[in-house]
Each structure stands twice: as C-alpha cells, then as structure tokens.
C-alpha cells in the first residue's frame, strides 16, 4: 500500500507546518477497476450493490507495526487489517478489480491510501462477496 498524494500532503502540512492532520476516525474501504495512482481517487463500481466498507480507525482494527493491538514501536513500518473486511455481496458485475483504496467519506471524499492486488479479481454477476481477510491489507510506510 502506499500513500496517495492527498495523505503525502497533509502529513508533511501536520509535521512541517503546524497544520492539523485530520486523519479520519473512520475508514471507508473501497474497490477499484483501475490501477492505484497516487493523484488520482480511483474508478470504483457503479451500482449492483458496492458500497465501500466503513472500519474504525483503532488499535482493534488495524494491528501495530509489531503485529499487535498495542501502540506501534515496531522497526519496520509495516501493519495490516487485524478484522476481515468484508463487502456487500454483488447485485451484478462489478468489472475487473484491481485495487483497494482507502477514503475519509462513505462517498466521495479523498483517497489516502492505496494498493494493487496481486491479480485482479473479476465481480461478473451477483452473488460475489469480495472478503479481504486478517492481515491480507498491508501497508508499509517506511522501509
């Protein structure tokens, strides 16, 4: 996973500048048929059912970067999901998914971070239920 160029921005605005960081204190975790770009908000299904996944931001739902529920004093800037996050099954296609994002709103809003998958995966009809399990979203932010 990386940083979008909106969260590269307001971190360097919070630790340089002074400015608040106003990280979300929820998550709404979205697909997309595109690839991850760091300036661009991605291209998420339209209608049969997506909607993006809201997950609390907390020492619960992410794991610290030494892989537990504690504040992070791990070395390698490394965590992930520690709850499976699950989407709503499909109602129809949903195309070819190629990334997942994470954003500040349940629609719209900024994307702060983003990954490819490591092979698309093809929502062609309904009934897919598209599951990212325990520690399958990970993100590194320095290494």
């Not at 609390?56 to 499976?84: M, R």
């Not at 190629?98 to 490819?116: E, H, L």
Request: charged share 10%.
């Amino acid at each position: 996973m990386v940083l979008t160029d909106y969260a590269e921005n307001k971190i360097y605005d919070a630790l340089l500048r002074g400015q608040a960081l106003g990280a979300p204190a929820t998550w709404y975790i979205g697909v997309c048929t595109d690839l991850r770009a760091d300036s661009s908000a991605g291209v998420e299904p339209v209608g049969n059912g997506y909607a993006r996944v809201a997950v609390t931001a907390n020492l619960t739902n992410f794991n610290s970067t030494q892989g537990n529920t504690s504040a992070s004093t791990g070395t390698d800037g490394t965590g992930e999901n520690a709850v499976a996050i699950t989407f709503p099954a499909s109602t129809g296609a949903w195309g070819n998914i190629q990334s997942v994002r994470f954003y500040d709103a349940f629609t719209g809003g900024n994307s702060w971070i983003a990954t490819d998958l490591t092979a698309a995966l093809n929502v062609s009809g309904s009934g897919f239920t598209l599951s990212f399990a325990n520690g399958q979203l990970s993100l590194q932010i320095d290494n």
